[in-house]
Nanobody, 124 residues
Framework: QVQLVESGGGLVQAGGSLRLSCAAS????????MGWFRQAPGKERDIVAA????????YYAVSVKGRFTISRDNAKNTVLLQMNSLKPEDTAVYYC?????????????????WGQGTQVTVSS
C-alpha cells in the first residue's frame, strides 16, 4: 500500500490560485491511478480530478474543468493539483488518493490509499 501526504492548502480570495501537492511513498505514482477528491461539511466526498496510470488520461469534474489541472512529477513521486480562478464553492478538505483501477476514476471505492486531507478555504 502506498502512503500519501498532501500539502499546499490554505486560505485564498476568490479568483486566486493554490497548488496542492501529494507526496507518495511505497510505490511509484505512475503505477497508480491518482485522484484528488474533496469533501465539504455535510456533503459526500466527490471527485475533483484524476490521472489514470495506464495511459495518463485525465478526468475532471465538470465544476472544475478549465480551472484545475492534475499532473504527475515522476522524479519527485508527487501528484499536483493546480487550482486557478478559485470560487467560494471550492472550499472543502481536499484528499489525495491512489488506486489500481484502469477504468473507473471518479468513485472513492476504487481507491485504496488515502492521504489525511488538506483544507482549502476560498473567501468571497
Amino acid at each position: 500500500q502506498v502512503q500519501l501526504v498532501e500539502s499546499g492548502g490554505g486560505l485564498v480570495q476568490a479568483g486566486g490560485s493554490l497548488r496542492l501537492s501529494c507526496a507518495a511513498s511505497g510505490r511509484p505514482v505512475n503505477s497508480l491511478t491518482m485522484g484528488w477528491f474533496r469533501q465539504a461539511p455535510g456533503k459526500e466526498r466527490d471527485i475533483v480530478a484524476a490521472i489514470r496510470w495506464t495511459d495518463s488520461n485525465t478526468y475532471y469534474a465538470v465544476s472544475v474543468k478549465g480551472r484545475f489541472t492534475i499532473s504527475r512529477d515522476n522524479a519527485k513521486n508527487t501528484v499536483l493539483l493546480q487550482m486557478n480562478s478559485l470560487k467560494p464553492e471550492d472550499t472543502a478538505v481536499y484528499y489525495c488518493a491512489g488506486g489500481r483501477s484502469g477504468i473507473v476514476l471518479d468513485r472513492p471505492m476504487y481507491y485504496d490509499s488515502w492521504g489525511q486531507g488538506t483544507q482549502v478555504t476560498v473567501s468571497s
